[in-house]
């Protein structure tokens, strides 16, 4: 008997509503990363903490999270245009194509911090060459990108859980108090 696939996704679906809903409205997210898209910046099992934003308060560079469909979607900007922001385009560092342009209501916040091992960090604008280097193995090989997500969370299993203090967000950078954690 094959089972449908149709209620996880509804319900998936839903969890993505309400989670933008929260965020829209008065607070911030902790997104835990299922995806591969921004490696080697954002790895599977990080997690993101995003702040609400709208179209004039991004920049080139900016890791911003949208609603792609029935998900999120969490993608470096690489192009602005038009006044006040009006088209974003973006693009994962490991994704050889860029996504299709962002309108106002698609676009949902902003990745403040990236919490990795864990430690809060701040996302750069802009990749080193080494990051660089690797963001474009990745383009051109989702194999590659596949075998190292893989090794990583099999080194991660053997080493146990981390015996990383787990930090606090600065609260001078939220904006809010209130998180709703979900994953993408």
């Not at 998936?12 to 409205?25: F, I, K, M, P, W």
């Not at 146990?160 to 967000?169: A, F, I, M, N």
Request: include cysteine; proline fraction near 6%; aromatic fraction near 4%.
């Amino acid at each position: 008997m094959k089972l449908s696939a149709q209620p996880m996704d509804d319900a998936h679906a839903l969890q993505c509503e309400l989670a933008g809903e929260v965020l829209r409205s008065s607070g911030a997210l902790h997104l835990r990363v299922a995806g591969w898209s921004m490696l080697p910046t954002v790895w599977p099992g990080d997690t993101l903490v995003i702040e609400p934003t709208s179209h004039d308060q991004v920049c080139e560079g900016d890791i911003v999270l949208f609603s792609g469909g029935r998900r999120f979607v969490a993608h470096r900007v690489v192009a602005i245009s038009g006044g006040g922001g009006s088209s974003v385009q973006t693009q994962g560092d490991a994704v050889p194509l860029p996504d299709s342009p962002l309108t106002a209501r698609e676009l949902l916040g902003k990745v403040s911090f990236i919490l990795c091992n864990g430690k809060y960090n701040e996302p750069s604008r802009r990749l080193r060459f080494p990051e660089r280097a690797v963001a474009a193995v990745f383009r051109r090989s989702s194999s590659a990108a596949r075998v190292v997500v893989g090794v990583s969370g099999i080194l991660q299993k053997l080493r146990g859980p981390s015996s990383v203090q787990t930090q606090r967000v600065p609260t001078s950078r939220v904006h809010s108090s209130r998180v709703q954690t979900a994953s993408i």
